[in-house]
Antibody, heavy 118, light 107 residues
Framework: EVQLVESGGGLVQPGRSLRLSCTASGFTFGDYAMSWFRQAPGKGLEWVGFIRSKAYGGTTEYAASVKGRFTISRDDSKSIAYLQMNSLKTEDTAVYYC?????????WGQGTLVTVSS | EIVLTQSPDFQSVTPKEKVTITCRAS??????LHWYQQKPDQSPKLLIKYASQSFSGVPSRFSGSGSGTDFTLTINSLEAEDAATYYCHQSSSLPQTFGQGTKVEIK
């Protein structure tokens, strides 16, 4: 069974940084791209970006709203994907989710809440 | 960026009634359109992938159709447990985008 556990969220001031982790199990992590999505409180869903598997160069793609501020990386030896978030803005406040693959979003983990506020 | 527009935004429905939610894409996306259900205080769940393929474990009353720019999610014989917000999602091109959501309320 595929399991995803997002962690690292919390309250952070605007302009500061935070790193989220996505610990995966139940599948061969290194064979899959890993995607991040988010949902602001009471709002809809938004794609954040993804990192391809090493077989496809391990390259990344980002939404325009986070490009240049967020960085996705991966540690295949630990089955963890990371989302490094710098220069955080109040509009980055959301629950952040990770998922394997780049097509459908399944499964969804429980997410981790990031609150950007002074 | 491909914009997905869902209609309606909100629907109040009696049990056993049929529900139809549409999702229109601003340009053709083939069949790369997926549907999710999100109940209050829960993470979303995949219902339909590639426009019409039912996902494992999803009740048969949920079905999807369409291709190109116009897509439909149908819930036959609505049950009380189907009260949720439904989202469409396209993975045809980057950035991936979602519809704004359709909230289904049970009367």
């Amino acid at each position: 069974e595929v399991q995803l556990v997002e962690s690292g969220g919390g309250l952070v001031q605007p302009g500061r940084s935070l790193r989220l982790s996505c610990t995966a199990s139940g599948f061969t992590f290194g064979d899959y791209a890993m995607s991040w999505f988010r949902q602001a409180p009471g709002k809809g869903l938004e794609w954040v970006g993804f990192i391809r598997s090493k077989a496809y160069g391990g390259t990344t793609e980002y939404a325009a709203s986070v490009k240049g501020r967020f960085t996705i990386s991966r540690d295949d030896s630990k089955s963890i994907a990371y989302l490094q978030m710098n220069s955080l803005k109040t509009e980055d406040t959301a629950v952040y989710y990770c998922t394997p693959g780049v097509v459908t979003v399944d499964p969804w983990g429980q997410g981790t809440l990031v609150t950007v506020s002074s | 960026e491909i914009v997905l527009t869902q209609s309606p935004d909100f629907q109040s429905v009696t049990p056993k009634e049929k529900v139809t939610i549409t999702c229109r894409a601003s340009q053709s996306i083939g069949s790369s359109l997926h549907w999710y259900q999100q109940k209050p205080d829960q993470s979303p769940k995949l219902l339909i992938k590639y426009a019409s393929q039912s996902f494992s474990g999803v009740p048969s009353r949920f079905s999807g159709s369409g291709s190109g720019t116009d897509f439909t999610l149908t819930i036959n014989s609505l049950e009380a447990e189907d009260a949720a917000t439904y989202y469409c999602h396209q993975s045809s091109s980057l950035p991936q985008t979602f519809g704004q959501g359709t909230k289904v309320e049970i009367k």
